[in-house]
């Protein structure tokens, strides 16, 4: 018997209805950003990393041996102790204790925590500014996108750093010296996005530019839809595949930026220190003998930062349509 292609398209349609549509899971182990993931076992092992560390900053209190915070548990008799397997170590404090008494191993933990919340508060902020001035500059055009543009050179001309000590400096003068933990937490945050929001904008308002003359921004405003409503709904969703990767590798510069500040004297105080005021306070001891006080939290820095970055590095090349 003859099959006609009638016949055939008839058969196909019905083996999908029966079949039904993949699932949300079966649509991502098909992707070829999963089949790019599982290709790749310095990747996997960075996002085990990435993982294992950001749990353990989030479950610090159910991880943590002890409560570096808790003034109560804390005793001078306890202080600078070495790592358990050395011959005054114990094992109630596995990467040993500081001057105070505090737990190394604990006060990572929590530290972890702090600067993983700092980082992803000023990515956040970064993000959504740069996100907003990309997309009106690229839309709009003319005197709108030479302002923006402009202020964006501008600011490249200075090291994240230095605006992140501007502003810091800034809120001393208009605060004074005796700011709470809570001013000092969002003076970081607000530091480290207004510090990174340029590259966003920039990526932005290239994309925007390409889609703003596609059919579909044209229809749009056919039937009448506003500038807001087809810059957010319409276009956002097409530019924001390299702002997930610019997010991913800024995660990390954000993090090293808030120990750069720390470390300087100018992040949070030593009574909630992250990691950047745990090296700080270490290096103080370095060369007295107690390594393990700025060794632990480098180390910890350190990994947690090469493993953001190859992630990022990862999710550049799975997006990148060249490369496929």
């Not at 990572?108 to 925590?113: A, E, N, Q």
């Not at 996108?145 to 000590?165: E, G, H």
């Not at 105080?269 to 060369?287: A, K």
Request: contains cysteine.
């Amino acid at each position: 018997m003859q099959i006609t292609p009638e016949d055939a398209r008839s058969a196909t349609l019905s083996t999908r209805q029966v079949q039904g549509s993949p699932s949300v899971m079966g649509r991502v182990l098909d992707s070829d950003i999963w089949y790019s993931f599982t290709r790749s076992w310095i990747t996997m092992l960075a996002a085990l990393i990435t993982l294992v560390l950001i749990l353990s900053a989030v479950f610090a209190h159910q991880i943590a041996p002890n409560d570096p915070f808790n003034l109560e548990s804390l005793s001078l008799l306890d202080g600078s102790k070495p790592p358990f397997w050395s011959a005054d170590g114990e094992w109630r404090f596995p990467l040993g204790t500081d001057q105070q008494g505090r737990c190394v191993l604990s006060s990572i933990l929590f530290g972890m925590r702090i600067s993983l919340i700092v980082g992803f508060l000023g990515v956040l902020l970064a993000a959504s500014i740069g996100i907003t001035l990309g997309l009106v500059a690229g839309y709009l055009g003319g005197t709108v996108d030479s302002v923006i543009m402009r202020v964006a050179d501008v600011q490249l001309t200075f090291p994240a750093i230095l605006i992140a000590l501007l502003i810091d400096g800034t809120m001393r003068a208009l605060v004074g010296t005796a700011r709470s933990e809570v001013l000092v937490f969002w003076v970081l945050v607000v530091s480290i996005g207004l510090s990174f929001w340029v590259q966003y904008a920039r990526t932005v308002r290239g994309s925007t530019m390409v889609e703003r003359n596609k059919e579909y921004v044209q229809a749009a405003r056919l039937i009448g839809l506003g500038n807001v409503t087809i810059l957010f709904r319409h276009v956002l969703p097409n530019v924001v595949g390299p702002v997930l990767v610019i997010a991913t590798i800024n995660m990390a510069l954000a993090i090293i930026t808030e120990a750069t500040l720390s470390f300087l004297g100018v992040g949070l105080p030593p009574t909630e220190p992250s990691l950047g005021t745990l090296i700080r306070l270490g290096n103080e001891f370095l060369f007295s003998g107690e390594w393990w006080v700025v060794i632990f939290p480098g180390l910890t820095l350190a990994i947690l930062v090469l493993a953001i970055n190859l992630l990022g590095d990862w999710l550049r090349d799975a997006l990148n349509p060249k490369l496929r």
